[in-house]
């Protein structure tokens, strides 16, 4: 019996054990999530960053405290250790937005820390003052002790999630809100209050560059890129000036430096200058384009990473998903009901105030103090007396009734305030009351006008100095294999039919990176892509290898090959745009010993010719022949091909070589991106085989360069740009900022280097160009002036002005107005005189 008894008390114990087990660990999980890691709708804090404002409150006189001092009383309401107060309270700080910093905070972009609590200060900021605290409106909970009072929520009056962001792990759980810019927050709300659209999109402290387009309002699922900004020192060297957020200049470098060691960029030198300001100097290598290191850089490194944002909050002690819109919207009603509270709170203050006030006057008015003087047998009886002098008067008063305090505050008046009473000063005191009482009720009234008043406010107050420092910018996909730098060596043994870089006893075929794919050939006629590798099999008897570019509808294969089972040669031109990958594609009839007699690979389409020699042998009367390519159509690498001869071939060799039989390349700007493609996107500039590029920028300068897709161009800062003619005239007008006028010039480019800018207006600071064309006779329209006193005029350029040398001044054109507007006009062709300015 007695065994029995344990036996069921050990069964009880276990499954005590397990439901104790489970729930602690969903008491746990609740406890990380709604009091350690994700933040409240309400105020947008986390309980540790809401304790340490509160603790900062109470501490605040106006002047800076030391961080261990505010720590310590933070302790009082955080039960977590003064680490974790520590570094949230150092986070806050760095954020500049509710805390005043004084002594060494750290560095978010170089990742330095902050200095030990003993020797940093801070204080509340005004901004904080004005929007998070209100006793008031607080709702109050005991602390973790039941010491103290602590704020359940902060009454905060502004979208403080969105402009602070918030990062979090809890359990299963986890939360990333971005930052957001402060003036952009405020004007979205004001918008939200209009019921107008708006939208909202991430800003960093440490600036760079954005890619919103995948940003989806910060909801889970959404994506954006963030790139350093990195300029063009001169050909040699580039300059990286901020980081990507979360990425610190230490980490940057340390990217950098291991993709050059792993051969994915090639540079010479990286050296950090940072100071106050970031400061990476990266040398290149010789021989390599900068543009293509800075795709490279954007593609293997740092330079450019992709942040997945989650914007989960607490709402009504649950976890919540939304979206960045939602939370300012729901951030924006909780200010307009907080200020609706506030609002209350003070007409009833001043209601109060209002009554008292004409209590006391009537009090004095009225001579009601004179019950004081009379001999009652109680106090109780005094008071009596003093309510009942004023029920003659209590049609003045807007209660019905007066409280036995109003009566005991009357009395505790000093008598000498009876003696020196101004009645005049109450009657205004209450004029003033009214005055206000008027005022506050029409803001309740128009409660929403109110509210938009606030964030107008608080954008004056406060905007100075918070402008966006993160640039919005659409980022173009970077082609990997257009960027790669040939990294290793690639062998072939030929015969054997294997290709890789580990074959370097066999034949060196070229360099490549290890991104790269291989197109090869075999005599069999077999074709096959494959990736870099120590050592693949293809086929026996190798005849081509080369790098494949999908899509590459240029590159073209000559081919002649015999049929195994006819005897009959056949001739073929071909593109490969797209195969897959490791599958082998037939490129003759397919059967039995068919083989290539003639294989070329053309980068351009060329067609050269081949002279054939059939087998003696044979029965042909003519046994040598001139086959031409260029009469065979271009067309897919499934096509049997034409007939060449039906006798047996000898031999075949190169005659001569031939033109190329593809049209030139069409190119397009695309101004978005500002890079030169063939997809048709953007500014059609022409077809294009040698020619070169003419862009003229509003800087002034010129420049000269090729067609190649790699390059970079600065869209914003374009005015020109089309194929170059050495014989076209171009016209420009720009601005001598010293002078203030515009000069107007005519000349033709006497430049031949390539991919160097040439200064071709005065050398001034503020000196900009206005207008460039390159019309045979243009015709320059201004307009100056505002609403009636607009004045326009036409100015014939190419009968006032000579052509002259790309380095002259020019000649003046008219004085300098802020309001003039110019653009070339190509309709007008009138041989009227212009109008003159005076």
């Excluded at 003993?118 to 904080?128: C, D, G, T, V, W």
């Excluded at 019921?195 to 890619?211: A, R, V």
């Excluded at 203050?349 to 004179?370: A, G, P, V």
């Excluded at 006028?741 to 000196?767: A, C, M, W």
Aim: net charge neutral.
């Amino acid at each position: 019996m007695a065994e029995q008894n344990n036996i069921s008390n050990i069964t009880n114990n276990e499954s005590g054990i397990q439901g104790q087990y489970k729930n602690w660990f969903l008491d746990y999980a609740s406890y990380v999530i709604l009091e350690r890691a994700v933040p409240a709708i309400e105020d947008g804090l986390k309980p540790v960053q809401r304790r340490i404002l509160h603790a900062m409150k109470e501490m605040d006189d106006g002047r800076f405290n030391k961080v261990a001092n505010i720590i310590g009383q933070a302790m009082q309401y955080h039960p977590h250790g003064d680490a974790s107060i520590g570094d949230a309270l150092v986070n806050m700080g760095q954020k500049d937005l509710l805390i005043d910093t004084q002594g060494n905070w750290g560095d978010i972009r170089t990742g330095d820390e902050a200095a030990a609590p003993r020797y940093i200060e801070a204080r509340l900021s005004k901004f904080a003052l004005d929007v998070a605290f209100n006793a008031k409106t607080t709702d109050w909970q005991l602390s973790y002790d039941g010491r103290k009072n602590e704020p359940v929520t902060l009454p905060m009056k502004f979208p403080l999630l969105l402009a602070q962001g918030a990062d979090g792990i809890a359990v299963g759980l986890s939360t990333k809100i971005l930052p957001h810019n402060f003036c952009e927050i405020i004007d979205a709300s004001i918008k939200y209050l209009k019921n107008k659209k708006f939208e909202l999109y991430p800003d960093f402290q440490t600036g760079g560059l954005i890619d919103v387009s995948n940003y989806n309002e910060g909801k889970r699922g959404g994506k954006i890129k963030v790139r350093c900004i990195i300029e063009e020192l001169d050909k040699k060297s580039l300059i990286i000036r901020d980081v990507p957020y979360g990425i610190t200049v230490s980490q940057l470098c340390e990217s950098i430096t291991k993709a050059n060691d792993a051969g994915k960029i090639k540079i010479k030198k990286l050296t950090e200058y940072t100071g106050k300001n970031v400061e990476i100097q990266i040398d290149l290598a010789q021989g390599i384009s900068s543009d293509i290191t800075i795709d490279a850089l954007y593609a293997f490194t740092d330079c450019e990473v992709s942040i997945s944002p989650n914007a989960c909050i607490i709402e009504n002690n649950k976890p919540k998903f939304v979206g960045v819109q939602e939370l300012l919207k729901i951030a924006v009603d909780n200010t307009k009901n907080l200020l609706q509270k506030e609002l209350q709170i003070k007409l009833a203050e001043l209601e109060d105030k209002w009554h008292y006030t004409s209590l006391e006057k009537i009090f004095f008015e009225e001579k009601i103090y004179k019950e004081l003087e009379q001999k009652h047998a109680s106090w109780e009886i005094v008071l009596e007396a003093i309510e009942k002098a004023f029920q003659p008067f209590i049609k003045r008063l807007k209660r019905k009734s007066i409280s036995k305090e109003d009566i005991i505050k009357l009395t505790e008046k000093p008598v000498r305030r009876i003696y020196k009473l101004d009645i005049d000063e109450l009657n205004n005191q209450i004029k003033s009351i009214d005055e206000d009482i008027v005022q506050v009720n029409y803001d309740l009234e128009h409660l929403t006008e109110f509210t938009i008043t606030y964030f107008e406010t608080l954008l004056k107050k406060y905007g100075k100095g918070k402008e966006r420092k993160t640039e919005i910018k659409l980022f173009d996909t970077i082609k990997v294999q257009q960027i790669t730098i040939a990294n290793t060596k690639l062998y072939a043994n030929r015969e054997e039919g294997f290709i890789g870089t580990g074959l370097k006893k066999d034949e060196f075929l070229f360099e490549c990176s290890d991104l790269d794919d291989i197109i090869v050939f075999t005599k069999r006629g077999i074709m096959k892509v494959v990736k870099v590798g120590d050592k693949v099999f293809i086929g026996k008897d190798i005849i081509h290898a080369a790098i494949f570019k999908k899509n590459d509808d240029r590159t073209t294969y000559n081919m002649i090959y015999v049929d195994g089972k006819t005897g009959i040669s056949y001739a073929k031109r071909f593109n490969v745009t797209g195969v897959t990958r490791d599958k082998e594609y037939d490129l003759t009839k397919g059967t039995d010993k068919s083989k290539v007699h003639y294989f070329t690979s053309n980068a351009n389409g060329e067609a050269e010719a081949v002279k054939i020699i059939l087998s003696p042998n044979c029965s042909a009367r003519n046994k040598e022949l001139i086959y031409y390519f260029e009469e065979l159509e271009i067309k897919g690498r499934g096509s049997m091909g034409n007939i060449v001869t039906k006798y047996p071939v000898k031999s075949i060799k190169f005659k001569e070589a031939g033109k190329s039989t593809l049209n030139a390349i069409k190119l397009w700007f695309d101004d978005v991106y500002g890079r030169l493609n063939t997809e048709e996107k953007g500014q059609y500039l022409g077809m294009f085989e040698d020619d070169k590029l003419l862009i003229v920028y509003s800087d002034g300068n010129y420049e000269i360069t090729d067609t190649e897709l790699t390059q970079h161009f600065d869209a914003d800062k374009i005015l020109l740009i089309e194929k170059f003619d050495p014989e076209k005239i171009i016209t420009a007008v720009y601005l001598d900022n010293e002078k203030l006028q515009f000069n107007v010039k005519r000349f033709k480019i006497e430049t031949s280097t390539l991919k160097s800018k040439f200064l071709f207006i005065k050398d001034g600071e503020g000196n900009r160009l206005e207008a460039v064309t390159t019309d045979e006779e243009p015709i320059l329209a201004v307009q100056m002036g505002r609403g009636q006193q607009v004045r326009k005029a036409k100015f014939k350029i190419a009968k006032m002005v000579d052509v002259m040398g790309w380095k002259a001044v020019g000649a003046k054109l008219m004085d300098f107005s802020k309001t003039a507007e110019m653009q070339w006009d190509t309709k007008s062709k009138e041989d009227n005189q212009p109008e003159l300015f005076s």
